[in-house]
């Protein structure tokens, strides 16, 4: 915390990052991804690692919402457990990693099923600091 407050003590604006909780379509295994908010309302995913199901609700990764545009960048290389690149947002509110072709899905979280319409426009999410 102190090398931020001291970032902004000298004029360097602090990033506006956020984690989201995932889980893997194929494999039900939690990961995070890594927003950071690149301009106003404009979320980009950079990258993804594995998460334990304790350390989730520990950090906080459900406790807020960040809204707008998301996509992803050049250095995110998907899913940590099945590499896909894409991603859904269940009528539960939780996100689940796609492949970008099934249209019909099973969420991993609630085991809800639906096919596949819409974009996102709010994610849950916790502080990355």
Same mark, same amino acid.
């Given at each position: ?37 690149? @301009? ?5 995913? !950079? ?9 989730? @609700?520990?950090?906080?990764? !459900? ?27 269940? @009528? ?26 819409? @974009? ?10």
């Amino acid at each position: 915390m102190n090398e931020f407050r001291e970032n902004k003590e000298k004029g360097f604006p602090l990033l506006n990052v956020a984690v989201a909780a995932v889980r893997c379509l194929k494999t039900g295994k939690l990961y995070g991804i890594r927003f950071e908010e690149k @301009s106003r309302n404009r979320w980009i995913g !950079d990258w993804a690692f594995p998460v334990k199901e304790n350390q989730a @609700s520990k950090e906080g990764y !459900d406790k807020t919402t960040i809204a707008g545009s998301f996509d992803f960048g050049e250095t995110y290389k998907g899913c940590p457990y099945c590499e896909s690149k894409g991603i859904f947002k269940c @009528s539960c509110g939780k996100i689940n990693c796609w492949d970008g072709v099934v249209k019909f899905v099973t969420c991993r979280w609630c085991g809800g099923k639906g096919e596949l319409s819409g @974009s996102i426009d709010n994610i849950s999410s916790g502080s990355d600091r």
